[in-house]
């Protein structure tokens, strides 16, 4: 069989995805709103209830806690990264991606991009807001956006793409699918611009389907640019060495770094300044936003983890203001240094706090110890392994936990101790629909993990092989 191809396709990946059918809610329908409607409005006109008028004598002290409950609400909504109206600190990468597509997009010149970066340092943030807000780049291309993660079997990426493409539902056979995508790009009007996120998740045996896709801008009258983002930063030297050989399959090469001390200080504050202080009486002082800053930086630089222990700490000083407010006493309406550290002990462990000197109870427990030292003893039998499944993660784990006689936990639960240590920030979970298949990965040097544990004796023992 002759082809021009770099790559066969004879794909080799999982089960079939099903269509998922959306649900409507009846609830939302027009007519029980307004039966809904109007039990409300003979409620509140019900006259001379007992219950109205017991109610009466506590109604100053419950609305003062409902006035908090919204306050700390509306704050914790300002902090999540569903409100992206500002890019602070990658101005650079948002002028590189914008150069990179109007290059080629006035040159009617197929391309294709590799960006990485570590999670929570804005690469799918950027990419969306030059293909939402470049108003040109909207009039001379077709975009098209696609999350990888929603896929069980990896070549289901293309009749996804065709789908979007073509605006109706297609579903063929993988090598038809392929095919009928090569006319669609060379058929074209205008030049397409295929945005692939989490594209790592589409990994199989061979890398038939991201071959294929890196091939696609490259095949004669192809349209196509393509842009794939994942958190490696080797993906395509380590998974797509092919690509390398030719310069024509050579994707251009864009990393994010982890974000600043400097730049999430800059988003927080942002982020606050939305809240007036006619919206909100809860603060954050300024010392406690720049050491929330300094440990996430340190570690990660994943602005989301910043934001989730500042959401974390508001939380905690909403609960305090409910409790002071029962007891009639003045609450704390700002977070402080201590709020924020409670958090980041809580969700970092010893990797940014050092272990209290007086303390006697262990930070994590024992089966969590037990399943990084799984992780360990699996990775060090296969010499280059740096990933393994959860499948196999657990066969490792109970074989351990069997031979010093603990009892192990279901396998349906080691996801769950898996996004445990993830949150630590020592293990790294790579999800998957099919949970099984999830990949597991270290977040630190393997040096660190005993001292991050805290439990040198247990993880040398498992490595070894004896009894702790």
């Known amino acids: 069989m002759q082809s021009t191809t770099i790559l066969s396709y004879g794909f080799r990946c999982r089960k079939a995805r099903s269509n998922a059918v959306e649900k409507s809610d009846a609830l939302s329908h027009p007519r029980n709103a307004n039966v809904n409607g109007k039990r409300k409005l003979d409620r509140d006109c019900t006259v001379g209830s007992p219950k109205k008028s017991r109610e009466t004598s506590t109604s100053v002290t419950k609305g003062s806690t409902k006035e908090h409950l919204y306050e700390g609400r509306k704050f914790k909504n300002i902090l999540t990264t569903s409100i992206d109206d500002r890019i602070i600190g990658r101005s650079q990468y948002v002028d590189e991606i914008k150069k990179f597509l109007q290059q080629h997009i006035s040159q009617c010149k197929a391309a294709s991009m590799y960006v990485s970066g570590a999670p929570g340092t804005g690469k799918t943030l950027c990419l969306k807001k030059v293909a939402a807000n470049d108003q040109d780049l909207a009039d001379m291309a077709t975009i098209i956006y696609i999350n990888c993660m929603t896929f069980k079997k990896a070549e289901a990426v293309f009749n996804q793409i065709l789908s979007k493409l073509l605006d109706c539902e297609i579903c063929l056979p993988a090598r038809a699918a392929v095919e009928k995508l090569h006319k669609a790009i060379c058929s074209s009007d205008s030049m397409i611009v295929l945005i692939v996120d989490e594209i790592d998740q589409l990994e199989c045996k061979g890398q038939e389907v991201l071959y294929t896709l890196f091939e696609l801008p490259s095949i004669p009258r192809s349209k196509l640019i393509l842009i794939g983002v994942a958190n490696s930063l080797d993906l395509t030297d380590r998974s797509l060495p092919r690509l390398s050989r030719l310069d024509k399959y050579k994707p251009k090469l864009l990393h994010f770094p982890p974000y600043t001390k400097d730049e999430i200080i800059s988003i927080l504050e942002n982020r606050i300044s939305m809240i007036t202080s006619n919206d909100s009486t809860i603060g954050l002082d300024k010392s406690a936003l ?114 010093r006689q603990i009892q192990a936990v279901y396998e349906s639960e080691i996801a769950n101790l898996c996004s445990l240590l993830e949150a630590r920030g020592i293990l790294r979970l790579k999800k998957n629909k099919e949970v099984r298949f999830s990949k597991v990965c270290l977040a630190i040097n393997e040096t660190e993990v005993a001292t991050a544990l805290k439990d040198q004796t247990l993880i040398s023992a498992i490595l070894s092989g004896t009894d702790a």
């Open 290 to 403: 720049e050491y929330c800053a300094r440990k996430v930086s340190a570690v990660s630089g994943d602005i989301r983890k910043a934001l989730d222990i500042c959401r974390r700490a508001i939380e905690i000083v909403e609960k305090n203001i409910n409790l002071n407010m029962i007891d009639n006493t003045n609450p704390n309406k700002s977070v402080r240094i201590s709020d924020v550290a409670g958090v980041i002990s809580e969700v970092y462990g010893s990797r940014i706090l050092p272990t209290m000197k007086n303390s006697t109870e262990p930070t994590i427990p024992l089966q969590q110890k037990l399943l990084v030292g799984a992780f360990l003893l699996t990775i060090k039998k296969v010499r280059g392994v740096k990933e393994i499944t959860i499948a196999k993660l657990f066969e490792s784990y109970r074989a351990v936990c069997k031979k």
